[in-house]
């Protein structure tokens, strides 16, 4: 390491103030000199340590210090080997309480994770268990169905046991058909109405016969009929089919038949 070089406090201050005591016993022995003064050791090695802008206090503390306890090699060894041995120290406090924050840091991310997967899990929980309630809601009703056609067959075959059985069980009975029928429907709402819209749909496509009521017209018969809410609907024979709006002779454009 030259003289001019900056030093690198992590490498130590021994090895540091060694280097510029070769460098200056070289130089001293290069120019004729027995050895280096005491003033260019503690020059070259002070600026050095100025130069690393880490020891700024402990610069100003040897600066004040009376000339007569900082003017020799060894006085400047005293004082900067027990500074930097103090520096050192605080680094490595610092170093710790760096890895000490970086730990702590560390568990809080977990801590964090912990808490994301516990909030994600419950969320989980909660909606297999939203789930899982929607069909225990289903299987409670259908428990309950079952347990009331049970109360209702065994009531009607305790009733069947008795005298006044004719009653009783038709009764029972009935009220089993109803609401078995009754759950169906909720069940089947959807073929129910799919079914219904059939039946709607055929009386509406199936083609008139003799028996089906007729008015005449200025053009001719036109067989009608209504639907359950009473209106009425006229044969169209072009439309193949019983429409409210007109009939096989009032219809406009081309038949659906040859389109
Ligand atoms: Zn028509």
């Known amino acids: 390491m030259k003289n001019q070089a ?11 103030m060694n280097t510029v005591q070769d460098n200056l016993r070289e130089i001293a022995i290069m120019e004729g000199d027995v050895t280096y003064t005491n003033k260019e050791f503690i020059k070259t090695a002070y600026l050095k340590i100025a130069g690393t802008h880490q020891f700024v206090k ?8 009376p000339s007569a306890e900082r003017n020799t090699e060894a006085q400047f060894r005293e004082f900067w080997t027990q500074a930097y041995k103090l520096w050192h120290n605080s680094q490595q406090s610092l170093q710790q309480l ?8 560390q568990q809080k991310i977990q801590d964090l994770e912990r808490e994301v997967a516990a909030a994600k899990e419950e969320a ?6 939203a789930a899982q309630q929607k069909e225990e809601a289903t299987v409670a009703t259908a428990n309950s169905t079952i347990s009331s056609i049970t109360d209702i067959i065994t009531a009607a075959t305790q009733n069947s046991q ?3 059985k004719d ?3 038709n009764k029972q009975f009935q009220m089993l058909i ?26 509406k496509l199936k083609p008139p016969t003799t028996t089906d009521q007729t008015m005449d017209t200025p053009d001719g018969k036109v067989y009608w009929k209504t639907n359950s809410n009473g209106k009425m609907y006229y044969w169209c024979d072009k439309c193949s089919r019983y429409t409210p709006s007109h ?13």
């Open 6 to 16: 900056k030093w690198d406090p992590t490498t130590g201050i021994q090895h540091m």
């Open 58 to 65: 402990e610069c100003d503390t040897w600066k004040l210090k």
């Open 98 to 105: 760096g890895i000490a924050n970086s730990v702590q840091n």
């Open 124 to 129: 989980r929980i909660a909606m297999t268990l």
């Open 162 to 164: 008795q005298k006044n």
């Open 167 to 169: 009653d009783g069980v």
């Open 178 to 203: 109803d609401l078995i029928q009754n759950q169906c429907n909720k069940s089947n709402n959807n073929n129910n109405q799919s079914n219904r819209f059939n039946n709607y749909a055929n009386w």
């Open 247 to 259: 009939n096989s002779y009032t219809h406009k454009g081309p038949s659906k038949k040859s389109e």
